[in-house]
């Protein structure tokens, strides 16, 4: 059983919606699978077959959500990502493909792709500034995390660890020393956890309000100098 935990806000229904369907796509007439979505002014997603847990108090708090939702599923494999991902048709198959011969991974990531075709944070060191690194980069490394907007964990882990409860969206803009992925990141190194990577499958972050050069990824309005930072996108999209 792979159990879906889908953390929102309510803001983007539509893409919501888009994300349950593009995993029950994968799935077609399978039933080995559910799908929790976990936050606040969840949008009516009657038909969908998903699992709603409405949660106010932890609103401002990603790692308390994805505990949440870990104690609200029953999958011995969790994925947990933001509301406004994409699965590409063959998640699946190429999930299954790569854990028949990996037999040893507890949490992993996979490439994650803006809607132009570029790289989200999805192999990136925290140190220097979420820095972008090769697909092979050696996982070890200290200052490797591993992206909150997508992961695929083991239950047994998340039994052993769980996100802190109390670290605030953009932990580190707020006085916190690492955002929550970063921080979960740096426990499982100290654990002697390895954080697997499947390069050959995709996640779409339909989100095009960011923009990647494949190195850095930033929203577009945050961008301080456009020209050195994305000339891969503007090059892309003129």
């Not at 349950?20 to 799908?35: A, G, L, Q």
């Not at 028949?100 to 990531?109: P, R």
């Not at 961008?223 to 892309?236: E, P, R, S, Y």
Request: include cysteine.
């Amino acid at each position: 059983m792979i159990s879906f935990v889908i953390l929102t806000i309510g803001d983007k229904p539509e893409k919501l919606r888009l994300c349950i369907r593009s995993i029950h796509k994968n799935f077609e007439d399978r039933n080995d699978y559910e799908v929790c979505v976990v936050g606040n002014n969840i949008p009516d997603l009657a038909g969908l077959n998903v699992k709603t847990v409405e949660d106010e108090e932890k609103k401002e708090f990603l790692g308390a959500r994805k505990n949440i939702g870990t104690n609200n599923t029953s999958g011995e494999i969790l994925v947990h990502c933001d509301d406004d991902i994409v699965f590409s048709e063959n998640w699946l198959n190429t999930f299954e493909g790569y854990i028949k011969t990996n037999k040893d991974w507890e949490i992993m990531g996979n490439r994650v792709l803006l809607p132009d075709g570029t790289r989200y944070w999805d192999r990136a060191t925290f140190s220097p500034a979420h820095k972008m690194v090769d697909y092979d980069f050696y996982s070890d490394d200290v200052t490797f995390y591993q992206s909150g907007a997508f992961s695929i964990s083991k239950r047994s882990l998340l039994d052993k660890m769980s996100w802190d409860d109390d670290i605030p969206f953009y932990g580190m803009f707020k006085g916190f020393e690492h955002n929550e992925d970063v921080e979960f990141s740096i426990r499982l190194k100290e654990a002697g956890i390895k954080i697997f990577f499947d390069k050959n499958n995709v996640v779409w972050h339909n989100d095009s309000t960011y923009a990647s050069d494949n190195v850095t990824c930033n929203k577009k309005k945050l961008q301080t100098d456009i020209n050195h930072k994305c000339m891969g996108f503007i090059l892309a999209t003129n």
